[in-house]
């Protein structure tokens, strides 16, 4: 088998929002349809964003558990952090010390979706 494209899809109640706040974290764009929505990032796919009218946001960590996460290492865990925020995010899980050599803070996408900006 040969894989030609690979793409992680987000299930969300609204694209429009979900695609816009992705897109500005990767510095990407968005091409829209009705009911799906990908962010392309230096011209190539990156992520699917599917309309799912009852989408119900995992409630990390203590209520429905996660289903699946990204990783995403930055340089500058202070900017990336401002970043996120200003584009909807929620911090779920601040790092125990932001100056510690490696670590990570859990957030969530504006449909609760939980990432982690990490570094190290």
Partial sequence: MKIIRQIVVF??????TESDFWAGLLGGTVEADDDWHTVFVDGEPRLGFQLAPNHIQPDWPDGTQQQIHLDL??????AAHDEAISLGARLLKPADDLEAAEGFQVYADPSGHPFCLCWG
Avoid: C, E, I
């Fill in 73 to 78: 290492y930055v340089d500058d865990v202070a």
């Fill in 11 to 16: 299930d969300t109640a609204d694209l429009t």
